[in-house]
């Protein structure tokens, strides 16, 4: 099993910042990407931003320039930093990461979800 744990959520002003943090531990054996998406109320589910083990990053139209991921390999945690942000981008925030683990051999793919943590912007 691999838990995500996720914090940096709250309330902001329109403009302002955030960051986010999502930690991944359990028995990994490799982490292929994580990333963050976002639930807003009455909307889908929807990617935000991803970055794969190798660097590459997808990064959603509507938060380019504004928000940056980045990823500490070395304690398998993924950030995103929150810039300009605006009334839009209130939604819960939920980390992911795919790979492979578990404390079996050969390892298997896991998708693990965090729990989520509210972000939200006032006008």
């Known amino acids: 099993q691999v838990q995500l744990v996720e914090s940096g959520g709250g309330l902001v002003q329109s403009g302002g910042s955030l960051t986010l943090s999502c930690s991944a531990s359990g028995s990994i054996y490799s982490i292929n990407g994580m990333g963050w998406y976002r639930q807003a109320p009455g909307k889908e589910r929807e990617s935000v931003a991803i970055?794969?083990?190798?660097?590459?990053?997808d990064i959603a139209d509507s938060v380019k320039g504004r928000f940056t991921i980045s990823r500490v390999s070395t304690d398998n945690t993924v950030y995103l930093q929150m810039n300009d942000l605006k009334p839009e981008d209130t939604a819960v925030y939920y980390c992911n990461a795919k790979g492979y683990g578990g404390s079996s051999w050969p390892p298997r793919v896991y998708d693990s979800w965090g729990q989520g943590t509210q972000v939200t912007v006032s006008s």
């Open positions: 970055r794969t083990s190798g660097g590459s990053t």
